[in-house]
């Protein structure tokens, strides 16, 4: 997939081998007409989560994003920034308003711990690089 660089705002860490997060990505990378969004697949055999300072365990346990000042965002604020970086900031606007951010950000925490068992990939990976544990 196609990794931006110039007027970067977010790098996004996705799951490879997650199909919906795959289908995200995708919608994402066609809307990405302006570059402002890097994607990485963490599933990806080659992939060093220790240039994040996380385990990979952590990065598979919720989505996270890398700021262009390297500083990670994780959970609902990853796909707030992601939407903003491919100019749908408005779609993305009510994750934030305060009466509803709350509600979004615990259905993703939800979404997150269950999201190999309702994408049909049970509680591991073939590879066993997408082991999923419960955020702390």
């Known amino acids: 997939m196609k990794q931006a660089t110039d007027g970067l705002q977010l790098k996004l860490l996705y799951d490879g081998e997650c199909p919906l997060c795959v289908r995200e990505v995708r919608l994402l990378e066609r809307l990405n007409k302006r570059g402002h969004l890097a994607l990485e697949n963490i599933a990806d055999p080659a992939f060093d989560p220790a240039r994040y300072g ?51 950000d615990r259905a993703y925490a939800w979404f997150a711990r269950n999201r190999l068992r309702l994408t049909g990939r049970g509680d591991a990976c073939e590879n066993s690089r997408c082991t999923v544990h419960a955020h702390k």
Request: aromatic share 10%; no cysteine; proline share 8%.
């Open 54 to 104: 996380r385990t990979l365990e952590e990065l598979m346990g919720h989505i996270h994003g890398q700021l262009p000042d390297g500083r990670l965002v994780t959970g609902v604020e990853v796909f707030r920034r992601a939407y903003e970086a491919v100019g749908l900031g408005w779609l993305a606007a009510p994750l934030r308003w305060p009466l509803l951010a709350p509600l979004f």
